[in-house]
T-cell receptor, first 113, second 111 residues
Framework: EAQVTQNPRYLITVTGKKLTVTCSQN?????MSWYRQDPGLGLRQIYY???????DKGDVPEGYKVSRKEKRNFPLILESPSPNQTSLYFC????????????FGPGTRLTVT | GIQVEQSPPDLILQEGANSTLRCNFS?????LQWFHQNPWGQLINLFY???GTKQNGRLSATTVATERYSLLYISSSQTTDSGVYFC?????????????FGKGTKLSVIP
């Protein structure tokens, strides 16, 4: 089954404790991205990657890192999480080119205390 | 970047009623998707519709890219249609692509 998977689905952590949210897709998509969703603000893009070893900032990259060492994986790293990073996070992927839709993972609900 | 406006922000329907959700966007786009976010938070692809009309069961969508709007029609609504509906247009060019999400329409279907 074609899908985007994220782990963990739920995470409660404390300020300053480094964490990684994994994202993997099995559709051989070149493009992958991370979004965060907050009440009243909608979904905002954090980082995206057009292909292996090619990453770029989205609209809200502060406090996050990403890497793209393999085509299928695109982990999101919070080196020193803070409470304002409490949010619902989505990973997404799509093929490059004009006529392709984007697929989203199930979401990771992160709480930083 | 692209500005996206969805209306109405909230909608309450009696089960069986029909509705139309609207999405206006500020710039030229060659991609547009509609999503349904269910009460458990999952984003479900409804339509990929940069232009024209598509139908999928009780749902259909129309995008008029030249006039910068898209419509989502829900007919014979059911309680399982409840949730938030997002429109997300994008311009896909060489080396660039970003979906911009509207703030959504929150739909509540009551029995």
């Amino acid at each position: 089954e074609a899908q985007v998977t994220q782990n963990p689905r739920y995470l409660i952590t404390v300020t300053g404790k480094k964490l990684t949210v994994t994202c993997s897709q099995n559709m051989n998509h070149e493009y992958m991205s991370w979004y965060r969703q907050d009440p009243g603000l909608g979904l905002r893009q954090i980082y995206y990657s057009m292909n292996v070893e090619v990453t770029d900032k989205g609209d809200v990259p502060e406090g996050y890192k990403v890497s793209r060492k393999e085509k299928r994986n695109f982990p999101l790293i919070l080196e020193s999480p803070s409470p304002n990073q409490t949010s619902l996070y989505f990973c997404a992927s799509r093929s490059l080119g004009q006529n392709y839709e984007q697929y989203f993972g199930p979401g990771t609900r992160l709480t930083v205390t | 970047g692209i500005q996206v406006e969805q209306s109405p922000p909230d909608l309450i329907l009696q089960e069986g009623a029909n509705s139309t959700l609207r999405c206006n966007f500020s710039d030229s786009v060659n991609n547009l998707q509609w999503f349904h976010q269910n009460p458990w938070g999952q984003l479900i692809n409804l339509f990929y519709i940069p232009s024209g009309t598509k139908q999928n069961g009780r749902l259909s969508a129309t995008t008029v890219a030249t006039e910068r709007y898209s419509l989502l029609y829900i007919s014979s609504s059911q309680t399982t249609d409840s949730g938030v509906y997002f429109c997300a247009p994008a311009y896909s060019g060489a080396g660039s692509y970003q979906l911009t999400f509207g703030k959504g329409t929150k739909l509540s279907v009551i029995p």
